[in-house]
């Protein structure tokens, strides 16, 4: 063979080699995740035409180990720019889910892969993060949202059986609050994805100790969830083992907040566990609960008790203030009638908001003064953050990710500024994220 002619055969091998690498596909994802329109069937009589994610709302369970490296192509098959956050995982902020972290946004009609490491451990959940501003069929008014659940290294396994139960409101329309601001109410109710009477009761046997994990997936509404002769017993909180588990009657879950909470089944019976609000659950926020072998009408008791209180669950005691305060001042802005107020942190809107500026290793004690009339869910992305005063009761060991900051009320917890990159800082009311009340985390 002439010289010339083996190189070019060697060239021709050798384009060849580089095209089949580059034509080589990727290796298929661990999990797949579809973007799509759905109707959720909530009884035989009310149908919600949504949005969803493959195919149901809640999406799947994805469980993962802590852990794990884990690939998630995401499929958008809607009309309209998408993206999914994935909550209280302290991922990089370029998969985290927020396009002001600099998250790409999924294009209609195509997808995009997530890699990311699966930590911490405990029940987290996946939404979308679009603003709605005044699109009810946007946002976390839709049916996007499902629970992520990194399953722990050491799993206690000191329970028998488990249920995933989010809390959802459907049919979102506006109405006017006293002082004629725009609000958000809803008419249609459930437990996952039926109403109350319309769902296969849970069924359980006498004894047994049972797992609840409860996801508050509204957009806008505090829950408060009480089981018909029984107690809970809070175990974790935003997927967050507590210092002092408590026996409580019920839970109170704003937008966005977790509850991981046992029950020993020692009172035999048909009963409703569901919100306390009968309008609610009345219009479906609940589900039955039978013991085997019985039968009858399901029974709906009040609880006793109407308190809670996140300092129960933590250690009391005379704790040293520690880090550098940062305080943060949340304000209303009324816009005029028939139209949402505005929102302000140390009385900026975003985008004009002033960031928090952290250095990476140092503590921080943000302290969320809420100067309105309104209660706000504030959640920061890729941290987690522990309790150190609520309402001016000191506590410790109680670590979430999203905390209710009561009306005119303060709550301080300290930050270990330990995930670099951007991290967005809000409320999860989809109202006030959507018009103002978000700033950003800065490593500096």
Known sequence: MYRRHFIQSLGVGVVGAIRAQVETPPPPADLNLR?????????PKHHVKTIGYSGRSPGPILRVPEGKTISIDVFNDTASQEIVHWHGLH????VDGAMEEGSPMIAPRSSLRHTFTATPSGTRWYHTHVPAERKLDRGLYTGQFGFFYVEPKHEPGDYDAEFFLALKDWDPYWTAQMSDSMDVA????SINDRSLGFAEPLRVKEGQRIMFRFLNASATQLRRIAFSGHRFRVMALDGNPVAVPQEVDLL???PAERVDAQVTMNAPGV?????????EREGGMGVVVEYTGKGGAPVWQA?????????????SGDQQETGIAVPLVFRQKFVSSHWQDKWTINGKQFPHTDPIQVQQGQVYRLIFDNQSDEAHPIHLHRHTFELVSVGGRKTRGVKKDVV???????VQVELVANNPGPSLFHCHNQMHMDFGFMTMLQYV
Do not use: C
């Not at 973007?35 to 909530?42: A, C, D, N």
């Not at 991922?91 to 370029?94: A, D, G, K, L, V």
């Open 35 to 43: 973007i799509e329109p759905l109707t959720v069937e909530l009884s």
């Open 271 to 279: 009963w409703i566990l569901g919100s306390t609000d009968d309008r």
């Open 91 to 94: 991922i990089p902020s370029n």
């Open 404 to 410: 209710m900051v009561g009306v005119r009320a303060q």
């Open 252 to 254: 109170e879950l704003g």
């Open 186 to 189: 809803y008419q249609r109710f």
């Open 303 to 315: 609880p006793k008790g109407a308190h809670w209180d996140y300092a129960a669950f933590g250690t």
